[in-house]
Each structure stands twice: as C-alpha cells, then as structure tokens.
C-alpha cells in the first residue's frame, strides 16, 4: 500500500478498559471492553489504562516484529489488563469533506451499532487472528476497518440536533445527499444548478435553497471548491499536466482552471506545484 495521504486511526477494546487523551484536548475519554475509539484526521494523543498512571503515547506504544510480521503491543505499565486491536482506515485523498465535518474523536458501543452482529464477529476474528501470530488478511477483514468507520459515523450523525447545518446533515437529507454523490462521483461533468435539480427530483429553486441552507453554500459553488480540492491533490501527485488535470476535474480550458485555481489559493496551478516541490 502507498503512503495515504490521510489516517483514520482506531483502537479496539477487547478486555479492560483505557483511557485516551488528545493532545491540546479535553479530558480523558473512557473506552471500555467492547467499545471502539477512531480518530477521524488521526491527531496525536496518550493511552493509559486507568488514572494516575503514566499515560504513553499511542505511536510509543506500537514494536515492530523483528521478522517484519505484524506489529505488537506489549506494555507493562501496572494496572488492569487491557487487550486492543489497533488498525486505520487509509485514504488517497488530503481533504475529504467528511472527514472535515466530524469531531476529533468517536466512540463506538459495538454492541449498540447498527451492524451489531457483523461487526463483533469480524473483531472477534480479527483479535483471534492477530492473537495467534497470523496476519488476518482475509476479505471480512479488509473491509473491517471501513465498516467499523461507517458504524461510528453513522452513531454519530444520529446524535445531531435537527437545527444543526453542514456536511454530515445535508448527507442524511435525501435529495441534498444524493447530490453530493452525484458531484463527488462525477465531478468533472458538466453540471449546473437545473441538471443536478432535475436528477434529484427538485425545482432548480427548491433545490438551490435546501441544498444552501444545509451545506451553507450553493450548489455550483460547492462544487467547483471541490473540483479546485481534487486538483490540489493531483498537483500535490506531480504525475499529471495542468492541462489534464483541468480535464479531470471538470474545467473545459486550462485558462479557466488557472484562473479558479490562483482565485482560490492565491497562486497558479504551475507556481503552487513547484511551491511544494521545493519544500
């Protein structure tokens, strides 16, 4: 796998309990035996199994196997015995508005989630796998770490007040949800107001209202901001021309693109890449 460019981290708790601290952040948050702790943007923070004891930092805590086989976790530092299943959720991308839209950390009760019995089978295997030496590899669990994201995200966007805006409940509204499928699986097609109306089932005025009023922006302007997100990271990439990196994102002349581009983040595509080129 290549390097992602963006981390969700989680820690499964099998047995006992911890408690995790973000770095900068709040108290400690309780994680018990059968709950899960993801952390959506992956921000640093400390581990420990009960207070007063001295707290390390969850990247401290992971020893490579000296043969290369899977990583381990074997600290002994007093306290009730504590079993995890640490694993991420690897992207391509470096901004993701969802990812954006979710607070710094989430819990997850697997024996509340939504797919209950899926889930606490696919981490009882998963625990008996790695408890074993194996590298647990099998399709159930290569889709573990997905899932385990769905269910929290899920959990969490129950728990938004019906007068709270953004990402997370225009997602959950069923014409302004399936617009922002449309545009993030075809971004580079020739969109306006009037046709993703038409493919929601709304009036071009009905549509532009519902969907401002939940994402905070109009529809068009949503998407070309993130059309200029997606160009950022295939600059970042360094593989593609400008030219076919305004294509791919939906600009039908590079002038254009250019002129959005340098609009939005204050230089031209060509002077941003050799910016971070050079750094």
């Known amino acids: 796998m290549a390097t ?84 991420f959720l690897g992207s391509e991308e470096a901004y993701n508005p969802l990812l954006a839209a979710l607070p710094p950390v989430l819990k997850l009760d697997i024996r509340q989630a939504a797919a209950r019995d899926w889930v606490e089978a696919s981490v009882r295997f998963a625990a008996h796998a790695l408890a074993e030496g194996q590298c ?27 007068e709270q805006t953004g990402w997370l409940k225009g997602a959950r509204d069923p014409y302004v949800g399936r617009a922002l499928a449309l545009l993030h699986s075809r971004p580079n097609a020739p969109w306006t107001a009037e046709t993703i109306a ?18 905070g922006m109009a529809p068009i302007r949503y998407l070309t901001q993130w059309r200029l997100q997606l160009a950022r990271d295939k600059l970042r990439d360094g593989r593609a021309t400008i030219a076919q990196i ?34």
């Open 246 to 279: 305004a294509h791919a994102v939906g600009y039908e002349s590079e002038v254009a693109f250019n002129r959005a581009f340098k609009r939005q983040f204050g230089k031209p595509p060509a002077r941003w890449r050799r910016t971070q080129s050079s750094r």
């Open 136 to 162: 647990a590899a099998s399709g159930i669990v290569s889709r573990l770490s997905e899932l385990l994201f769905v269910e929290a995200v899920r959990a969490y966007a129950a728990t938004l007040p019906e």
């Open 4 to 87: 992602p460019a963006h981390i969700v981290a989680y820690h499964v708790v099998t047995k006992g309990r911890l408690l995790l601290v973000l770095e900068g952040g709040d108290g400690p948050l309780e994680v018990n035996g059968g709950e899960i702790v993801l952390l959506p943007r992956n921000d640093h923070h400390t581990l420990a199994s009960a207070s007063g004891l001295q707290a390390v930092r969850a990247d401290d805590l992971i020893q490579s196997a000296p043969e290369g086989g899977l990583a381990r976790i074997v600290h002994g530092g007093g306290g009730e015995m504590t079993h995890l299943v640490c694993g």
């Open 198 to 215: 038409k493919q929601v089932g709304l009036s071009r005025s009905a549509f532009n209202d519902r969907f401002s009023a939940l994402i």
